[in-house]
């Protein structure tokens, strides 16, 4: 599941530059 962490963190960080 490491890479659903990573996929996860890169999604947040997108909605935050999103925002």
Do not use: A, Q
Not at 1 to 19: F, N
């Amino acid at each position: 599941g490491s890479k659903l962490i990573y996929k996860l963190h890169l999604y947040s960080k997108s909605t935050t530059m999103h925002e």
